[in-house]
């Protein structure tokens, strides 16, 4: 068995496309911000990845059929100057060579519709609550933090530390180095405890000025309100509790 | 070496053959259904898989003999409209990448043979013990579930919710993507804390309907009898603990 | 690189030679034995193995020169009707998969030399010290097993209960299924806690039997006193320590 | 993708060239001691290796800009009889088989540009501090042990006990065995505590003196002194707390 295995339904065309890649990760940041926008432009998928670098599994859907764990490739035909192309999926590689060898492969493809800019979607885990999530960078070259800077993406003087783990750091980085590519990785700010969709619009408010995109963040609204509500009750909660516990200590 | 070494005795002609598997899980219901199916049958063995990825490790056979662990293939001629083959064995593999690579491996030979339909057996762990396990399923297709639902097998909204992991999934998910194959995975309500006849059993009634089979149970029924009759001792000892605290306390 | 490098000095010309294989295990007994049995004859070495398979790792000499971990062939030549190969080293495949691939390209090697037989040397661990230990035998076919029984090899009803891990097994496992080779393991008895004369001692017991060989004991015999003098030391002053504390506590 | 990715900018034309090792370990003595020298020969970088076996991950830089975790290889020119070729970099591989292809892969490109002769360099861990470090040897051969002697290299029976792990060791062991180099591992005691410029600076005071090499000092000086008063400092506070603590205690 190869370890990356590509089905290809149909090769589209496309006008200078970029990749976007939005795969499960901190706080889910990428793949919400990826999902929803694909879902919004109404991406048509062509390319199914499978590998052995996934874990050895199938998802069920509701309906009782049955899947094995993938990613997939989408894109999308747009107005202005960039067609674009979506890596979306249940999982990234397991491995450390799985996940080098699922990016490659990536590349390979997209290289193959003459992608020559990436962006990839993340978190930024901080381990805290916060109400106006700032968006972090890095770029593969000096123009693109320049560029990216006009749209408040921050980039923090080597932050983060521990620089960017899995995809959204592997496909810039053999990407730049072995197929010719540019990019930038976007990171939502995100306490990283549960998938969050605050983060998620950060990253996408950034982007879609970059690409000049329009898109409805109703539903995305929607989710960052009930979890709003969920955090407020449950914050309430332990504020009763609290005070509960200081009169009955005082009495 | 090469990953999987597949050692066939001989090809046997079958008649558009089923692939039933039944490989150590969850209980091993699946195991001990497929292994008591094809004693019944009396199953051929015409091939042995041997792979790097099961664990380094010869076993002991009681006259002192020893053998290397494997999968074996056994095929069964029936008089209805399809043979049988089955997989069954010592181990899973035990990398993700080797569960891959055996699944992939086993699919192409059963493909020689012109196999175009699986049923994978498996247990559903649910961590309590019940009198009338259940059979779930999930299905490569719509039809097959709808199929599936003449003989109660249950489905029910995307569960188990973390997919069906191992052999049982990926020889379902491998083969509709890559070997044109459909199938069923049928899973046996078990605790999964012991190796379980009962969710064998009602694997086993489900799929002898399906396949039109007759097989005599005595045997299956011997072990559940006496698994109830231990469960209930050890429930009578657990209650006597219980009684005799109770009356020290009061006392 | 290759997975398993052999470095080949020469190609001996061996007269129906049988292997003997002792790597480092439980109690160290395959190792002590092979190694005395080796030494004892004085084998030649004609082969070196390297992998990366084995740690990333360099030892050190005494005189400050420095080895790549390995294992190594040595042939010795008899003047009965098998000459003897030998598989000794510092340590064994550290992954399963790695397992494999080194007892695979041993008995390329190996069958190379037309050698038919295998004996695999190793320990049986109990948990507890004993004074005469015993030897415990698998092998590859029922005429093999009773041949060894003749030599108060010790067949015990499918024990070890998990059967044998690592090198002693997978020879024998893939020489049986790829090679055409038969073999058996004899497992010296032994407390698994240290390195250990007393089991080696036993499997060569057996083994020069076997193969019709003489060898000296005295220095492995002056190995074993050294160690019975020891453990009778702790034995006394554990038994010194427990009189104390009774005193103690009758007092 | 291949295991190892060598981006090679320019082959350099290289006197009898001798290679000098300093990757992350122990107390990173080799890394900060060949980087050190590195950047006072004003080193030209010719390579980069870009590997599976590294973490999956890229770095990012004080100005934004991100790279792909890797080792690289530097040549520098001399006036002495050898040109010196430098391996640095972020990491050592991860597993096991990635250390081997790694060092594999390094041994392949210096042979190529006629490297014979290797100096690895390393920490040689403690676990206490020490004013004067001494620097540990090991060597390919008998002759170069004895030459280091003459420049206080301790050469101390089978020490390090469990050898020398990484490319420090493996650059040697395999260099010796299949690319007919020789070499010599220097290990700077250290605690191994933290980052050790005293261990690095014992290291270069010895391999500066072989090779016949002058370089400036001073700002590796001024770590030490860095650190030194760091650790009085931290021991004063302990020696106070102590003092206080006894003070209390007899008050």
């Keep these: ?30 793949k919400l911000a990826a999902e929803y926008l694909l879902s919004n432009l109404n991406g048509v998928k062509f390319a199914e990845i499978y590998s052995k670098f996934f874990p050895p599994q199938v998802l069920i859907n509701e309906d009782g059929t049955l899947y094995l764990v993938k990613n997939e490739l989408y894109y999308v035909k747009t107005k202005g100057k960039n067609d674009l192309v979506f890596l979306v999926g249940d999982y990234q590689g ?16 997209v ?65 730049m180095n072995f197929f010719n590519m540019e990019g930038v990785c976007l ?23 970059i690409l000049n995109l329009k898109i409805d963040f109703t539903e995305l609204e929607t989710k960052i309100k009930a979890l709003n509500e969920l955090t407020t009750k449950m914050q309430e909660e332990i504020d009763q509790k609290i005070k509960k516990e200081d009169l009955g200590y005082i009495g």
């Design 1 to 30: 068995m190869e370890n990356v295995l590509v089905k290809i339904y149909k090769v589209p065309k496309l006008k200078d496309p970029i990749l976007i890649e939005g795969l499960p990760g901190v706080g889910n940041v990428g």
């Design 94 to 109: 397991l491995s450390n060579e799985g996940q080098f060898e699922l990016s490659y492969k990536v590349l390979e493809v």
């Design 111 to 175: 290289k193959s519709l003459h992608v020559k800019t990436i962006f990839t979607l993340g978190g930024f885990g901080t381990g805290q609550l916060t109400d106006e999530p700032r968006v972090f960078g890095a770029a593969t070259n000096k123009d693109l933090v320049e560029a990216m800077k006009k749209y408040n993406v921050v980039f923090s003087g080597g932050e983060p530390s521990n620089g960017i783990v899995g995809a959204a750091g592997l496909l810039l980085g053999l990407g």
């Design 187 to 209: 990171m939502g700010e995100t306490s990283g405890y549960f998938t969050d969709p605050k983060g998620a619009k950060a990253v996408l408010n950034v982007l879609v000025k």
